[in-house]
């Protein structure tokens, strides 16, 4: 199995790419990665919880599908063991829409007959991203009062699994 590029590859956000050709068919991407994100809303959907956390990102950045995946298994794990399903909701605010490409290069023996260098350098998709603006909500968290600190320690866990740092907001829900 192939291993993922380093994060540092595709963390800045500048504006991507856009391929413009006379041919339409190498304008643009033409398949959609999944997305490693298994959903999106957890935990109970209809009750009215008093207080609401929003954990907030303090720079500017991509965050891969798989990092947000991680981040919300871990924070569903600790909620579900102490609260259970009805305790809480939980919603992923940031969509991984932005596709992430890669330019395949060769390297090592004979890596002349398979490498293209930068002829038909367009990249192939290899996964999918959220972009990211500074203060921007990633995760919103809602609870009943007398559960605010397992929140607080499962947006904390959430917050190890991004690759940025994090700000949490806690408000009244009234």
Same mark, same amino acid.
Not at 80 to 105: C, D, T, V, W
């Given at each position: 199995?192939?291993?993922?590029?380093?994060?540092?590859?595709?963390?800045?956000?500048?504006?991507?790419?856009?391929?413009?050709?006379?041919?339409? +068919?190498?304008?643009?991407?033409?398949? =959609?990665? @999944?997305? @490693?994100?298994?959903?999106?809303?957890?935990? /109970?959907?209809?009750? #009215?919880?008093?207080?609401?956390? @929003?954990? /907030?990102?303090?720079?500017?950045?991509?965050?891969?599908?798989? +990092?947000?995946?991680?981040?919300?298994?871990?924070?569903?794990?600790?909620?579900?063991? /102490?609260?259970?399903? /009805?305790?809480?909701?939980?919603?992923?605010?940031?969509?991984? @829409?932005?596709?992430?490409?890669?330019?395949?290069?060769?390297?090592g023996a004979g890596?002349?007959?398979?490498? =293209?260098?930068?002829?038909?350098?367009f990249g192939k998709?290899?996964?999918?991203?959220?972009?990211?603006? #500074?203060?921007? =909500?990633?995760?919103?968290?809602?609870?009943?009062?007398?559960?605010?600190?397992?929140?607080?320690?499962?947006?904390?866990?959430?917050?190890? #699994?991004?690759?940025?740092?994090?700000?949490?907001?806690?408000?009244?829900?009234?």
């Amino acid at each position: 199995m192939a291993r993922i590029r380093k994060w540092v590859s595709y963390r800045r956000l500048e504006r991507p790419y856009t391929r413009i050709s006379k041919f339409k +068919a190498k304008s643009f991407i033409r398949t =959609t990665p @999944h997305v @490693h994100v298994v959903t999106f809303e957890m935990g /109970n959907l209809k009750k #009215k919880f008093s207080h609401i956390l @929003h954990l /907030n990102s303090d720079s500017d950045l991509q965050i891969r599908d798989n +990092a947000l995946e991680s981040a919300r298994e871990t924070s569903n794990r600790l909620l579900e063991k /102490n609260l259970g399903i /009805n305790g809480f909701r939980m919603q992923i605010a940031a969509y991984p @829409h932005h596709i992430l490409r890669e330019n395949p290069l060769a390297s090592g023996a004979g890596a002349d007959r398979f490498s =293209t260098g930068m002829q038909r350098s367009f990249g192939k998709p290899i996964g999918s991203a959220a972009r990211i603006h #500074k203060g921007q =909500t990633l995760f919103r968290l809602w609870v009943d009062k007398p559960n605010l600190a397992i929140a607080q320690k499962a947006l904390r866990r959430v917050a190890t #699994k991004l690759p940025c740092s994090c700000s949490l907001l806690i408000m009244d829900n009234a």
